[in-house]
């Protein structure tokens, strides 16, 4: 009887080596564990055998019972998965080369300037503000200590409107609106969009952004303005910068200076940005003057500040190359598309 | 302007000090140095030679073969100057020396060794005359260095002239002396004059001003006898180093003192001017100046007057009439003080703006018209010892500047610099710079010196300038401020701005433009648009570019003009200002503006006007707790570029009491049209400046509730005019309790239904205490749907 079972046994081997498939593995399992089965049939016959034969017998075919199961369920397992694997391989595979459209829209090349610039100034504690397009004469000139027959307020630099305003010339413009409405202490940016009457070519523009800052306390004083213009200007290039003071005259600003900036882009070696000289005339500064802190309804025996102004549309052609201010207000959206960013 | 530091050198003694750093320090002390050049360096071994024999050579027949005479020995030059004979003495350059870089070297021309150089003006740097050689007078010794002469060697550097705009005293070289001794550390030497009291009992010059606002003094005196016409040759090196030319000693010597001491000074010939007024001319007249030009002069315009004819532009220049010319023997000389805007509206006036008139717009100092006298009278006695004085001085002097004082303490300086900088060297500084300084401790008190008193300085915190540029910069410890800390957050404008513009880009795909503040008259009549405004420019160049804005769409509308066959379908926004009305006071109503401009094909109106309304939606979205509401713009809200039929008004609330916020509408076919064919295109504009100030809240929690909600569809049959809002509105009247939202599912439109549409809403009902019944709702349903009759609306399932 134990040859029977052996020979089953041999069997089933042989047709599990064979096996190929689930359908395979079905007849194998039908074959040997169905009911009219090999392993069926020798149980059905062990009826004949004494009772040890019979115990011993059973013993021995449950045990094949077992491994048979166990066999088809690992088997049958492994066939799932070789099919599964089959299956991946035909998936289709994609191309990620193939280029893809992005949804996202674009900021203006001068939004992203001067947010970046506004970012600096708030996290150092400035407000920032904004200010009206159309000015008077007493905001652009007048308060900002520009006499009656200062050459700046010919007709040819100013942008004047049938109504007697006119379009602001600088943001300066809004040194009065800001004195006045925080008063001191004060630090306060002010970005904004300034018009100059002139030929417009690759680098001149009537229209153009700049940004001017204050800071007005008790004591603040030339050694204040220096760092804070070090400071914000490595920030902006993100280099520790050398910058150096000289005199320049304002009207509203008494010491005034230009302050240069050795250039961040060849170190001060020279190069075609600065112009071969080593350094770059970036921004007009000076202690604010005691007449537009007056006018501004602060009192200039308390108080001290600086004020400062920046070219932020020359910032931004600076920082990203653009070589035409003509870009800026062409709205040529093969040109503005490329400033995506978040 | 140019300076010659050997004319520098005439005031302060420089031997010592590296020239270039103290260039450096001046342009970090006083003003921007935009070029060094040292002239003369390349160019030496130049001697004084004779020309002894002069032969033409047939090999050439522009060279000569010259036997020159150097003093200690002869040579032969081979030269091509037209003017090159024997007996005349020139420049040469000798063996080893060399000429504007150029090596001399022994070399054959023309088949003769030629052994040096002779030398014109040009070469030498000392003029532009290359005409020929430059022919030197007959008593300077052979075989001379020239340098030891004349003035080859020079630093010349060119200042910034507008960095000098406030300052009047540095438009000579006397003013930047000064300067620069006090960067130095040098001592200036007083300026060399003739005293003018010797001349007391001669007559006065007949002066007479007529407008003494805007001529605070005339001095003048007259001379004779002036035998000498020409300058001497250093002088005329330094005008030439300086940027002018030599004409005649008269005339030069005026120049020199304009460019010595910022004075601007005029000679008149004396046999046509023996009389000066100052004043208007009744009308307009013509004058001749001396470039020979005919100048329209405006009865503004301030003018030099002899016995009531015109013979000069104030401050500016002189008729031709009574110029210098080469016979002239005797001259009025005038050095006065002009009223700057005066000079320089004048100057505007007639369209010619001199090297006087640029100086006199500085606003100059009074007090030096009688100094650049007694130093004229010097120079030319010292270069014409026959020339006569035949006048006195006289000296009209009617508006002087008031003596400035100006009292400060050390803690002011230490304050506005804050640095600690000493006592002494304060006073020092000052002085140096020749303020009168008294001190007693702390205290100072500085009188002002006249050529700084005009405009410059008037106030303390001109001094810490003074103070600080010498001290210098670079020298400044820097340090941040104390202040007090205290939270500063973005303006609601701002944050609104900022979100708004992120939403655009990121969410909505949208490009940031940005435009003009006043319309692009050209491309909006291509595009059939007028170009209307309340505002105009006065001194536009274009009457296309003239008008400022009234709303930021139609400007969008020609950057899509621009962009034609940029990309089937796009969208750009701008933030920008508008003028739509004046104020009661004339004054501009400026408002900023929101423009978004979507743009595609035509069939896509109605999925960019959905768009649009989502970009609304999402705005108020972003302040909590605000209804924006919508409705069809009437005929007269139509603006010209929308859509006459599919424009909406943008509000806030609803009804009599809406505050219209902006427009919402489908563009003009044809204006689209006129972009790209089968364009379309739909535009929203809001006014920014309303909805900032809009109370911005926080969203508040809702929790969900713990029961299952039941939702139930109803599909009405509705008249095809009936807006959704009108189902809102039956909705709203009375609420069910348990009514938790209601969705639009969808709206169908058949030609079956003959002007009806049929509209399918879902309805969602939930309770937070318990499970709803089946029969609630249905109820709560039956009451809508019933309720809808209002609205002619009916349901097919009842």
Same mark, same amino acid.
């Given at each position: 009887?134990?040859?029977?079972?052996?020979?089953?046994?041999?069997?089933?081997?042989?047709?599990?080596?064979?096996?190929?498939?689930?359908?395979?593995?079905?007849?194998?399992?039908?074959?040997?564990?169905?009911?009219?089965?090999?392993?069926?049939?020798?149980?059905?016959?062990?009826?004949?055998?004494?009772?040890?034969?019979?115990?011993?017998?059973?013993?021995?075919?449950?045990?094949?019972?077992?491994?048979?199961?166990?066999?088809?369920?690992?088997?049958?397992?492994?066939?799932?998965?070789?099919?599964?694997? %089959?299956?991946?391989?035909?998936?289709?595979?994609?191309?990620?080369?193939?280029?893809?459209?992005?949804?996202?829209?674009?900021?203006?090349?001068?939004?992203?300037?001067?947010? +970046?610039?506004?970012?600096?100034?708030?996290?150092?504690?400035?407000?920032?503000?904004?200010?009206?397009?159309?000015?008077?004469?007493?905001?652009?000139?007048?308060?900002?200590?520009?006499?009656?027959?200062?050459?700046?307020?010919?007709?040819?630099?100013?942008?004047?409107?049938?109504?007697?305003?006119?379009?602001?010339?600088?943001?300066?413009?809004?040194?009065?609106?800001?004195?006045?409405?925080?008063?001191?202490?004060?630090?306060?940016?002010?970005?904004?969009?300034?018009? $100059?009457?002139?030929?417009?070519?690759?680098?001149?523009?009537?229209?153009?952004?700049?940004?001017?800052?204050?800071?007005?306390?008790?004591?603040?004083?030339?050694?204040?303005?220096?760092?804070?213009?070090?400071?914000?200007?490595?920030?902006?290039?993100?280099?520790?910068?050398?910058?150096?003071?000289?005199?320049?005259?304002?009207?509203?600003?008494?010491?005034?200076?230009?302050?240069?900036?050795?250039?961040?882009?060849?170190?001060?070696?020279?190069?075609?940005?600065?112009?071969?000289?080593?350094? &770059?005339?970036?921004?007009?500064?000076?202690?604010?003057?005691?007449?537009?802190?007056?006018?501004?309804?602060?009192?200039?025996?308390?108080?001290?500040?600086?004020?400062?102004?920046?070219?932020?549309?020359?910032?931004?052609?600076?920082?990203?190359?653009?070589?035409?201010?003509?870009?800026?207000?062409?709205?040529?959206?093969?040109?503005?598309?490329?400033?995506?960013?978040? | 302007?140019?300076?010659?530091?050997?004319?520098?050198?005439?005031?302060?003694?420089?031997?010592?000090?590296?020239?270039?750093?103290?260039?450096?320090?001046?342009?970090?002390?006083?003003?921007?140095?935009?070029?060094?050049?040292?002239?003369?360096?390349?160019?030496?071994?130049?001697?004084?030679?004779?020309?002894?024999?002069?032969?033409?050579?047939?090999?050439?027949?522009?060279?000569?073969?010259?036997?020159?005479?150097?003093?200690?020995?002869?040579?032969?030059?081979?030269?091509?100057?037209?003017?090159?004979?024997?007996?005349?003495?020139?420049?040469?350059?000798?063996?080893?020396?060399?000429?504007?870089?150029?090596?001399?070297?022994?070399?054959?021309?023309?088949?003769?060794?030629?052994?040096?150089?002779?030398?014109?003006?040009?070469?030498?740097?000392?003029?532009?005359?290359?005409?020929?050689?430059?022919?030197?007078?007959?008593?300077?010794?052979?075989?001379?260095?020239?340098?030891?002469?004349?003035?080859?060697?020079?630093?010349?550097?060119?200042?910034?002239?507008?960095?000098?705009?406030?300052?009047?005293?540095?438009?000579?070289?006397?003013?930047?002396?000064?300067?620069?001794?006090?960067?130095?550390?040098?001592?200036?030497?007083?300026?060399?004059?003739?005293?003018?009291?010797?001349?007391?009992?001669?007559?006065?010059?007949?002066?007479?001003?007529?407008?003494?606002?805007?001529?605070?003094?005339?001095?003048?005196?007259?001379?004779?006898?002036?035998?000498?016409?020409?300058?001497?040759?250093?002088?005329?090196?330094?005008?030439?180093?300086?940027?002018?030319?030599?004409?005649?000693?008269?005339?030069?010597?005026?120049?020199?003192?304009?460019?010595?001491?910022?004075?601007?000074?005029?000679?008149?010939?004396?046999?046509?001017?023996?009389?000066? +007024?100052?004043?208007?001319?009744?009308?307009?007249? @013509?004058?001749?100046?001396?470039?020979?030009?005919?100048?329209?002069?405006?009865?503004?315009?301030?003018?030099?007057?002899?016995?009531?004819?015109?013979?000069?532009?104030?401050?500016?220049?002189?008729?031709?009439?009574?110029?210098?010319?080469?016979?002239?023997?005797?001259?009025?000389?005038?050095?006065?003080?002009?009223?700057?805007?005066?000079?320089?509206?004048?100057? @505007?006036?007639?369209?010619?703006?001199?090297?006087?008139?640029?100086?006199?717009?500085?606003?100059?100092?009074?007090?030096?018209?009688?100094?650049?006298?007694?130093?004229?009278?010097?120079?030319?006695?010292?270069?014409?010892?026959?020339?006569?004085?035949?006048?006195?001085?006289?000296?009209?002097?009617?508006?002087?500047?008031?003596?400035?004082?100006?009292?400060?303490?050390?803690?002011?300086?230490?304050?506005?610099?804050?640095?600690? &900088?000493?006592?002494?060297?304060?006073?020092?500084?000052?002085?140096?710079?020749?303020?009168?300084? %008294? $001190?007693?401790?702390?205290?100072?008190?500085?009188?002002?010196?006249?050529?700084?008193?005009?405009?410059?300085?008037?106030?303390?915190?001109?001094?810490?300038?003074?103070?600080?540029?010498?001290?210098?910069?670079?020298?400044?410890?820097?340090?941040?401020?104390?202040?007090?800390?205290?939270?500063?957050?973005?303006?609601?404008?701002?944050?609104?701005?900022?979100?708004?513009?992120?939403?655009?880009?990121?969410?909505?795909?949208?490009?940031?433009?940005?435009?003009?503040?006043?319309?692009?008259?050209?491309?909006?009549?291509?595009?059939?648009?007028?170009?209307?405004?309340?505002?105009?420019?006065?001194?536009?160049?274009?009457?296309?570019?003239?008008?400022?804005?009234?709303?930021?769409?139609?400007?969008?509308?020609?950057?899509?003009?621009?962009?034609?066959?940029?990309?089937?379908?796009?969208?750009?926004?701008?933030?920008?200002?508008?003028?739509?009305?004046?104020?009661?006071?004339?004054?501009?109503?400026?408002?900023?503006?929101?423009?978004?401009?979507?743009?595609? $094909?035509?069939?896509?109106?109605?999925?960019?006007?959905?768009?649009?309304?989502?970009?609304?939606?999402?705005?108020?979205?972003?302040?909590?707790?605000?209804?924006?509401?919508?409705?069809?713009?009437? %005929?007269?809200?139509?603006?010209?570029?929308?859509?006459?039929?599919?424009?909406?008004?943008?509000?806030?609330?609803?009804?009599?009491?809406?505050?219209?916020?902006?427009?919402?509408?489908?563009?003009?076919?044809?204006?689209?049209?006129?972009?790209?064919?089968?364009?379309?295109?739909?535009?929203?504009?809001?006014?920014?400046? +309303?909805?900032?100030?809009?109370?911005?809240?926080?969203?508040?929690?809702?929790?969900?509730?713990?029961?299952?909600?039941?939702?139930?569809?109803?599909?009405?049959?509705?008249?095809?005019?009936?807006?959704?809002?009108?189902?809102?509105?039956?909705?709203?009247?009375?609420?069910? @309790?348990?009514?938790? $939202?209601?969705?639009?599912?969808?709206?169908?439109?058949?030609?079956?239904?003959?002007?009806?549409?049929?509209?399918?809403?879902?309805?969602?009902?939930?309770?937070?205490?318990?499970?709803?019944?089946?029969?609630?709702?249905?109820?709560?349903?039956?009451?809508?749907?019933?309720?809808?009759?209002?609205?002619?609306?009916?349901?097919?399932?009842?």
């Amino acid at each position: 009887m134990s040859t029977k079972v052996d020979e089953l046994r041999a069997r089933f081997q042989e047709q599990m080596d064979a096996v190929k498939d689930a359908e395979g593995l079905e007849k194998i399992r039908i074959a040997f564990l169905g009911k009219k089965g090999f392993i069926t049939d020798v149980m059905k016959s062990m009826r004949d055998m004494n009772e040890d034969e019979r115990k011993e017998m059973g013993k021995v075919m449950n045990e094949f019972k077992g491994q048979v199961t166990q066999e088809i369920a690992a088997q049958g397992q492994k066939l799932k998965a070789r099919l599964e694997q %089959e299956k991946l391989k035909n998936d289709i595979r994609y191309d990620i080369t193939l280029p893809c459209e992005s949804p996202l829209g674009t900021l203006h090349p001068i939004t992203i300037v001067q947010r +970046e610039l506004e970012e600096i100034f708030s996290s150092m504690g400035f407000a920032v503000e904004d200010y009206a397009e159309v000015v008077t004469e007493y905001d652009n000139f007048e308060a900002v200590n520009v006499p009656k027959h200062h050459p700046a307020r010919d007709m040819q630099d100013t942008y004047y409107l049938d109504n007697g305003e006119l379009l602001k010339t600088q943001t300066s413009a809004a040194q009065n609106f800001i004195l006045r409405k925080y008063g001191a202490p004060c630090k306060a940016i002010f970005p904004g969009r300034c018009f $100059r009457n002139e030929d417009v070519d690759a680098s001149h523009e009537t229209t153009f952004f700049q940004m001017e800052g204050m800071m007005v306390d008790t004591d603040i004083s030339i050694s204040n303005l220096i760092y804070f213009m070090k400071t914000m200007l490595s920030e902006v290039f993100q280099k520790d910068l050398t910058v150096r003071l000289r005199p320049g005259f304002f009207p509203f600003t008494e010491p005034g200076f230009e302050l240069d900036i050795q250039c961040p882009f060849c170190g001060g070696k020279g190069c075609a940005t600065c112009k071969h000289g080593g350094w &770059i005339e970036l921004c007009p500064c000076g202690m604010i003057h005691p007449n537009v802190l007056r006018m501004g309804g602060i009192d200039p025996e308390k108080y001290t500040g600086f004020a400062f102004g920046l070219g932020l549309t020359r910032l931004a052609m600076m920082k990203f190359g653009i070589s035409d201010i003509r870009y800026l207000n062409s709205g040529n959206l093969r040109a503005l598309e490329q400033f995506k960013t978040l | 302007m140019f300076l010659s530091m050997n004319w520098i050198r005439d005031f302060v003694n420089l031997d010592g000090i590296d020239l270039d750093e103290l260039i450096h320090k001046f342009t970090l002390g006083t003003a921007e140095v935009e070029g060094t050049e040292h002239v003369g360096r390349d160019t030496y071994g130049i001697k004084v030679g004779q020309i002894l024999t002069c032969e033409e050579i047939p090999e050439s027949k522009k060279l000569h073969k010259l036997t020159v005479d150097l003093g200690d020995h002869t040579c032969q030059i081979m030269c091509g100057a037209p003017n090159a004979r024997a007996g005349i003495k020139v420049p040469v350059a000798t063996l080893g020396g060399m000429v504007g870089g150029m090596k001399i070297e022994a070399r054959p021309l023309a088949g003769y060794e030629s052994q040096g150089m002779c030398c014109s003006q040009k070469e030498l740097g000392v003029s532009d005359d290359h005409s020929g050689l430059w022919v030197l007078p007959d008593d300077l010794p052979l075989g001379k260095d020239i340098k030891e002469i004349y003035e080859i060697d020079d630093t010349v550097f060119e200042v910034d002239n507008k960095s000098l705009t406030n300052r009047p005293d540095l438009w000579g070289h006397y003013g930047i002396a000064r300067e620069i001794a006090a960067l130095a550390d040098r001592p200036l030497q007083p300026y060399p004059v003739q005293d003018l009291s010797a001349y007391g009992d001669l007559p006065e010059v007949p002066i007479t001003i007529e407008d003494p606002e805007l001529c605070y003094r005339y001095s003048g005196m007259t001379f004779g006898h002036v035998t000498k016409n020409v300058s001497p040759m250093n002088m005329q090196i330094r005008l030439y180093r300086c940027g002018m030319r030599g004409i005649n000693l008269l005339a030069d010597l005026t120049n020199y003192l304009m460019l010595e001491l910022g004075q601007p000074m005029h000679a008149f010939d004396y046999k046509r001017v023996n009389a000066i +007024e100052v004043g208007h001319l009744d009308g307009v007249n @013509q004058f001749q100046t001396l470039d020979g030009k005919d100048r329209t002069i405006q009865p503004e315009t301030l003018m030099i007057k002899s016995h009531g004819e015109p013979v000069a532009v104030a401050g500016i220049m002189g008729g031709l009439a009574s110029e210098i010319v080469d016979d002239t023997d005797s001259f009025l000389l005038e050095s006065a003080n002009f009223d700057a805007v005066s000079v320089r509206k004048s100057a @505007q006036a007639i369209g010619l703006r001199t090297d006087a008139s640029m100086r006199y717009e500085k606003t100059l100092d009074p007090e030096m018209t009688v100094t650049a006298i007694a130093r004229y009278l010097k120079l030319l006695l010292e270069i014409d010892p026959e020339a006569k004085v035949t006048s006195r001085l006289t000296d009209v002097y009617p508006k002087k500047y008031p003596v400035r004082v100006i009292s400060f303490d050390k803690a002011y300086v230490d304050r506005m610099t804050g640095i600690d &900088i000493s006592l002494t060297r304060i006073e020092k500084t000052l002085k140096d710079l020749g303020f009168k300084v %008294e $001190r007693q401790d702390d205290q100072f008190t500085v009188t002002v010196p006249s050529w700084r008193a005009t405009k410059d300085v008037t106030i303390k915190a001109d001094l810490i300038e003074e103070i600080t540029r010498i001290y210098g910069y670079d020298n400044f410890e820097i340090k941040t401020s104390k202040m007090d800390l205290y939270p500063i957050l973005p303006t609601p404008e701002h944050k609104l701005h900022s979100e708004v513009k992120n939403m655009l880009a990121f969410t909505y795909g949208a490009h940031e433009v940005h435009t003009y503040v006043w319309n692009d008259g050209k491309r909006l009549g291509e595009l059939g648009l007028s170009n209307a405004g309340k505002l105009h420019l006065t001194n536009s160049v274009s009457p296309d570019i003239d008008t400022i804005r009234e709303e930021l769409m139609p400007a969008l509308l020609t950057v899509a003009l621009k962009n034609k066959g940029y990309a089937p379908s796009y969208s750009i926004f701008e933030i920008g200002s508008c003028v739509p009305s004046l104020k009661e006071d004339k004054l501009a109503n400026e408002e900023k503006h929101l423009g978004v401009l979507l743009y595609g $094909r035509s069939g896509m109106e109605g999925e960019l006007l959905v768009r649009a309304k989502a970009i609304c939606e999402d705005i108020a979205k972003a302040i909590k707790g605000v209804h924006f509401s919508y409705r069809a713009a009437n %005929e007269t809200e139509v603006r010209e570029w929308q859509h006459p039929y599919n424009s909406f008004v943008v509000s806030l609330g609803e009804g009599e009491n809406a505050k219209v916020l902006g427009t919402l509408a489908v563009v003009h076919p044809s204006v689209a049209g006129k972009i790209e064919k089968k364009a379309c295109a739909v535009g929203l504009e809001l006014n920014m400046d +309303e909805i900032y100030p809009l109370v911005k809240m926080m969203p508040q929690f809702k929790e969900p509730s713990r029961f299952p909600s039941i939702t139930a569809d109803a599909t009405f049959i509705v008249d095809s005019t009936v807006p959704y809002s009108a189902f809102e509105q039956i909705i709203a009247r009375e609420p069910d @309790q348990h009514l938790e $939202r209601y969705d639009l599912m969808g709206i169908y439109v058949d030609e079956a239904l003959s002007g009806k549409k049929s509209v399918t809403i879902r309805f969602t009902f939930t309770s937070y205490e318990r499970t709803l019944e089946m029969a609630e709702v249905a109820a709560a349903m039956a009451k809508i749907k019933s309720d809808m009759g209002a609205i002619g609306a009916y349901c097919l399932d009842v």
